[in-house]
Structures are given as structure tokens and as C-alpha cells.
């Protein structure tokens, strides 16, 4: 069966510590992955998307991520956190069983940045 | 532009009940998904709606079920209410092309007692 799976259930971060949380999925075909953070009271955000071509995707706030296809990876990655980064964050793929897709996600990784 | 829309906020019902959660697409967007997310895990699918019909179904009973209106809203329906059905309901919307981004509205969070 397809899945997403994240093996960082919570992350406690120092500000200005780099941060890579980790997303590995399972499944072959055309690859769709996203990264998605949901900061605390507010509703799913998309922070990033990975389609084709370059590996290597920027997204908002200063965070990116490496699709690795030998690794079945997609982890995400920011240099240098801030306090206003705590959040969950959820590593989704997208599963084109049907006419249209629908996103498996993880089970989302919890980051705690310390001011 | 508004994004996608939610109501209610929040529900509290009882076990046994039934409850109808409503959602509005983003402008634009022709394609409802609807997600269900327990405490503490991520998003799970529950079904996808296009043309008013339903596309996609994950692995729910048929206690839930759904329906698209021609205006692209959407409202999904959940019949005799268990504990285990509390969760934060997540709306989703999007463009048929399939590799576009779903939008995500602020969820409905439904208490069963």
C-alpha cells in the first residue's frame, strides 16, 4: 500500500539551530509530495511542493526540501529556526488511485523552537 | 480572493447522532476532498467529490457520505455518531487537474459524547 511515513514524532529546537525533519514514502509511479505546516489554532499551510525537475525545492519562509528518489526521501530542511516556526509539520504524497488525487499524509512531526 | 470555508467552527453531538458538515471551495476550484484528522495523527482521506459525484473514497464505512451542489460546495454527512468519530474534519478544494494543490479551509472540530 502507498504511504508516508515521518520518524520525528516531536523536534525541540534551540532559535537559530538548523532543523531537517525527516519523509520517506513508499510507492512508485509519478511522485507528488508536499510538505504542509500547521501552526498552532490555524488551518493546514502549504510550504512547499515537489512535481519534477529540479530536486531541490524552495518554498516559504526560508524552508526547502531534497526529493531523493534512490532514497524514497523528501526531507524537509531550514538553516537557521525561529521561535514563530513551532508548529506541526506534515510530509503528504499524492496517490493518483482514482481520477483524481488524494493526499496521503504522515503522521505529522511536532517542532518546539526555544527562544 | 476568499479561500476555503468551513461551518461550523465546532460541533458537539452524542453517539448515535447525526451531523452535516459544509463546505465551501476556493474561488475557482471545481474539486472537494474531505479529510478527517484525529488528535494527534495526520489527515486521513476520507472522500473526493467532482462533477457532483463522488471520485475517490479512502477507507471510511458508509455511515459517511456526501454530496457536491452545482455551485462546487460540498457537505458530508456522518450517520450514527461513534466516540472514535471525534476529530477535526478538514475541507480540501482544488482544480481537476490532478497534480494541483489542494487548499486546505479551517476544519470543523467534532466532539461525540
Known amino acids: 500500500a502507498q504511504s508516508v511515513s515521518q520518524h520525528n514524532h516531536h523536534v525541540i529546537l534551540s532559535e537559530a539551530a538548523s532543523l531537517e525533519l525527516g519523509c520517506n514514502y513508499s510507492?512508485?509511479?509519478?511522485?507528488?509530495l508536499f510538505w504542509y505546516v500547521q501552526y498552532p489554532g490555524q488551518h493546514l499551510q502549504l510550504l512547499l511542493k515537489?512535481?519534477?525537475?529540479?530536486?531541490l525545492v524552495k518554498g516559504i519562509k526560508g524552508f526547502e526540501a531534497e526529493f531523493i528518489k534512490s532514497k524514497f526521501s523528501f526531507n524537509l530542511r531550514k538553516p537557521s529556526v525561529q521561535w514563530s516556526d513551532t508548529a506541526e509539520y506534515f510530509c503528504?504524497?499524492?496517490?493518483?488511485?482514482?481520477?483524481?488525487?488524494?493526499?496521503?499524509f504522515g503522521k505529522g512531526t511536532k517542532l518546539s523552537v526555544k527562544p | 480572493d476568499a479561500g476555503v470555508t468551513q461551518s461550523p467552527t465546532h460541533l458537539i453531538k452524542t453517539r448515535g447522532q447525526q451531523v452535516t458538515l459544509r463546505c465551501s471551495p476556493k474561488?475557482?476550484?471545481?474539486?472537494v476532498s474531505w479529510y478527517q484528522q484525529a488528535l494527534g495523527q495526520g489527515p486521513q482521506f476520507i472522500f473526493q467529490y467532482y462533477e457532483e459525484e463522488e471520485r475517490q473514497r479512502g477507507n471510511f464505512p458508509d455511515r459517511f457520505s456526501g454530496h457536491q451542489f452545482p455551485n462546487y460546495s460540498s457537505e458530508l454527512n456522518v450517520n450514527a455518531l461513534l466516540l472514535g468519530d471525534s476529530a477535526l474534519y478538514l475541507c480540501a478544494s482544488s482544480y481537476r487537474v490532478t497534480q494541483e494543490t489542494q487548499y486546505f479551509g479551517p476544519g470543523t472540530r467534532l466532539l461525540v459524547l
Open positions: 503528504a504524497g499524492l496517490d493518483y488511485g482514482g481520477s483524481q488525487g488524494n493526499l496521503i
Open positions: 474561488s475557482g476550484h471545481d474539486t
Open positions: 515537489y512535481f519534477s525537475g529540479d530536486p
Open positions: 510507492y512508485g509511479g509519478t511522485v507528488n
